[in-house]
């Protein structure tokens, strides 16, 4: 494999490992307020058509975004009225959630654009376009370095720069502000946080609320940036992926960074080599395609090390005597 | 930060006013007055279910009364949440801690009481203010220490220190010695009284008389819901409180003849269990009990109790690696390869230590829970059906005898009270006559009517020629039933004693690891107050 060919494939990588990374990310805040969430998938979905839907109208790719987050959020209020206000269990809820999604965006799509389950292809402003940083260009003959910055680094659109991002404000948000130390607590043990005073019922709809942000990001960054339109289950299981990273990840930021390019990068290997010639054997592309997936029944059947999810976790909180 | 009431000169730190407080049917508070004067220590002591807890949650917060009044210092306050509580200068210590265990010392500290939106001027703060109150109050613990990594006296003293980094001058705790050791628990008496001298006032909720009678300044009892007395703690004694406390006069000695031991029934041998995280939890134990006989193990929690009953009662820990020897009335026991039926079959009946967790299916009726274990013998069986009449016709019986409140066989387990459910798990084990009976903890958390009777009925197995391995926590306990005493400590026995000729500071010093003799290092714990009201 010669330099190019290792930056196409990273460069595709990033593109990849953007809506997993942010899908990541948002059950992070979530799981680390107690609340588990299954429904990432289904909050990407709704985003992701709500985005198509409302940037294919206005031709705006800014106001697809809002309404992708829009959409998150209605389907993470559901979650969170499910899940913290009425005490339910927090997995058939996600898995409702995830249900509601998939009908939902298939029946409003077909109504609305008559296009079994599409919406028209997007193009344009009704696209997020890819962003040339600054001396790209001028700095692309630089040997190794000027590849780099050209190819890898420039040229994504805005929404992967806001993903990588949010790895290191999540570090930051989470271990060095008030309310990360008060999320933190509140997964590990409500208890604490109720009897020093302050809501438990706030903080988990807050991280709830930042989960359905991130999701909505996720969910537009699928249909208006690295795709151009919504197409039925596109979201293709990358809900259940991110959170397979996130258990890596050990529910904390920079891991999960590293988690969410190891599925990028298979499935970046998946899509560049569909055959792969091993000289003895052509592996089949149905194995390449399947690759992440396998990747993440191993990591859920636990065979990555013991990873302790936060102790609250999945349990709704009940104020005991 | 300006809820807290004014201070009225001489006003005392907490005035209660006719609180009333109802769940349902159940009045669990009524008309309840209470002065606690500034810089005092308060007890409050009642049963079980007396109101206790109820009475401190209305003042922490957590619950409205349906009526009353409380006064601060001397000023009304209505208090809504923990967070109006707090501000009004009122901590809590309760007695399961409400800490994150992966956090440090520190961010438990500062959590809810921070000083701004980041941490870092918090944590340095918190730093140096825990530095000053370590040295003013005997509270010395590492602020960078993990929770998990502490042992539960110093996660006592975080709750203490989470309360006066609040600026609290009203400290309440909630049974707060039932997880020490002695030596702990006299270091927190210590902390206690140095907080009282600065000016704090502490209310302390036990249902240990020997508490009450060594620290406190004034007790107040409660008795359904009720507040029967309240007294100054020198000029009460411990068998009037016991006696305020259940309103009648207790047994406070249980009734019994010497013992006859008989033939050898349970012989252990060199027993050594090394548990699945290779730390070694018994080291060599030599145990006999003879027919007839109670055989009691003291000790502090932790130290191989726990290991030794559920090697006994045939469930050792999983991956766990067991030596040694295990001879019931002569015949070798399995080691290994073994479950809680087969011993059931050889004539071993099993009180486990935590009812909830292993004696009962919290969901499940009385009547399956009295069959449990019992439910594959020839009486209960009908062809390959179960003879659910017949079962349950057993367990009426056995609830009548036992006097089982209330006694309805098709209630839930979780719905009766801790004494009741104890009373179900003892009928189930006692009823079966076996040749051995294991007990751990028969009273914890069990209000003193219902000690009284299983105090009896232990008694009563032993008169009838059978052996009891009696395990517990509350040296009063052990004192009165036991015919022999053994001391556990670091998973060996330290030492066997006869009850008439045991010392509390003698039992003290071995269930420290101390060999009494050798001059003790950790405080011995004072004379118990009279025993068999654990």
Not at chain 1, 156 to 174: D, E, Q
Request: include cysteine; charge should be neutral.
């Amino acid at each position: 494999m010669d330099f190019p060919t290792i930056l196409q494939i990273l460069d595709s990588a990033v593109r990849l490992m953007t809506p997993l990374l942010l899908a990541c990310l948002a059950g992070l805040y979530s799981e680390r307020a107690g609340v588990f969430d299954i429904g990432l998938e289904g909050k990407m979905l709704m985003a992701a058509f709500a985005a198509a839907a409302v940037a294919y109208a206005t031709n705006s790719a800014w106001l697809g975004l809002c309404a992708g987050i829009m959409g998150a959020l209605a389907m993470s209020a559901i979650h969170g009225l499910a899940a913290i206000t009425f005490r339910g269990n927090q997995l058939i809820s996600g898995v409702a959630i995830n249900f509601l999604a998939s009908g939902l965006t298939v029946l409003l799509g077909q109504k609305i654009f008559g296009l079994a389950g599409r919406t028209p292809a997007l193009a344009g402003p009704a696209r997020f376009s890819e962003i040339t940083l600054p001396f790209a260009e001028a700095l692309r003959p630089v040997p190794v370095i000027g590849p780099i910055y050209a190819e890898l680094i420039s040229g994504h659109t805005i929404l992967v720069y806001v993903a990588f991002a949010m790895v290191p404000l999540t570090w930051w948000v989470l271990y060095r502000t008030r309310f990360g130390l008060r999320l933190r607590a509140v997964g590990e043990n409500p208890a604490s946080v109720d009897t020093a005073g302050v809501s438990v019922t706030r903080l988990r709809y807050g991280a709830v609320a930042i989960c359905g942000v991130l999701c909505g990001i996720a969910g537009a960054y699928l249909a208006t940036g690295i795709s151009a339109g919504f197409v039925k289950e596109m979201t293709a299981g990358r809900g259940f992926i991110a959170l397979a990273a996130l258990i890596f990840a050990k529910w904390r930021p920079w891991a999960a960074l590293g988690a969410t390019f190891l599925f990028g990068l298979l499935e970046a290997l998946a899509n560049r080599f569909p055959n792969l010639d091993l000289g003895i054997i052509t592996v089949p592309s149905m194995f390449m395609s399947a690759l992440p997936y396998i990747l993440t029944v191993i990591i859920l059947a636990g065979f990555v090390g013991r990873a302790i999810p936060p102790r609250a976790g999945g349990e709704p909180y009940v104020k005991e005597r | 930060m300006t809820a807290r009431p004014e201070a009225v000169n001489g006003a005392p730190a907490i005035e209660l006013r006719g609180i009333s407080k109802a769940f349902g049917p159940v009045q669990a508070n009524k008309n309840i007055d209470l002065i606690v004067p500034r810089g005092t220590i308060h007890g409050i002591i009642g049963e079980n279910g007396a109101g206790k807890s109820t009475l401190m949650s209305i003042l922490y917060g957590f619950y409205r009364p349906d009526a009353g009044e409380i006064l601060i210092g001397g000023g009304p306050i209505t208090i809504h949440d923990s967070q109006t509580a707090i501000r009004a200068g009122i901590g809590m210590v309760f007695q399961h801690f409400k800490l994150v265990q992966n956090f440090t010392v520190l961010e438990n500290v500062i959590l809810g009481a921070e000083d701004g939106r980041l941490l870092r001027p918090s944590l340095a703060r918190a730093r140096g203010e825990l530095k000053r109150l370590a040295s003013e109050y005997e509270l010395q613990v590492d602020p960078d220490a993990m929770i998990e990594d502490l042992s539960v006296g110093h996660q006592q003293r975080v709750e203490i220190l989470k309360a006066l980094y609040r600026q609290a001058d009203i400290l309440i705790l909630d049974e707060p010695t039932g997880v020490l050791t002695p030596a702990e628990a006299d270091h927190l008496f210590r902390i206690l009284r140095g907080l009282r001298d600065e000016g704090k006032t502490i209310i302390l909720i036990t249902h240990k008389l020997r508490e009450i009678m060594e620290i406190t300044d004034n007790v107040s009892v409660m008795r359904r819901g009720e507040m029967v007395a309240s007294v100054k703690t020198s000029e009460t004694s411990p068998s009037q409180l016991a006696e305020l406390m259940v309103g009648r006069k207790v047994l406070l000695r249980v009734e019994k003849a010497p013992a006859t031991p008989g033939a050898p029934v349970l012989e252990v041998r060199g027993l050594r269990m090394v548990d699945a995280a290779g730390v070694e939890r018994l080291r060599g134990i030599d145990l006999d009990i003879r027919a007839g006989e109670v055989l009691g193990i003291a000790g502090v929690a932790g130290n191989g109790q726990s290991q030794l009953l559920e090697i006994l009662g045939g469930y050792p820990e999983k991956g766990a690696r067991l030596e040694g020897e295990i001879r019931l009335k002569g015949a070798a026991l399995p080691l290994t390869g073994s479950d809680a039926r087969a011993r059931r079959e050889a004539g071993v009946g099993h009180v486990p230590e935590d009812r909830q967790v292993e004696g009962l299916i919290m969901d499940f009726s009385a009547w399956e829970n009295v069959a449990f274990g019992y439910h594959d013998a020839p009486e209960f069986q009908n062809g390959w059906l179960m003879n659910q009449a017949a079962i349950r016709a057993d367990a009426s019986a056995k609830i009548e005898r036992f006097d089982v409140r209330p006694p309805n066989p098709e209630l839930a387990a979780k719905n009766f009270s801790g004494g009741n459910q104890q009373k179900i798990v003892v009928a189930r084990e006692v009823e079966r006559n076996p040749d051995l009976l294991l007990i751990g903890q028969p009273t914890r958390g069990v209000d003193i009517g219902a000690i009284e009777f299983i105090h009896k009925r232990i008694i009563a197995l032993r008169d009838a020629g059978k052996a009891v391995l009696l395990v517990s926590v509350e040296l009063d306990e052990i004192l009165a039933l036991s015919d022999r005493i053994a001391v556990m400590f670091d998973g060996r026995i330290m030492g066997e004693r006869l009850p008439d000729q045991a010392t509390t500071a003698d039992l003290g010093c071995l269930m420290a690891g101390v060999e009494p003799g050798t001059p003790p290092e950790q405080a011995i714990p004072p004379a118990m107050g009279p025993a068999g009201v654990a």
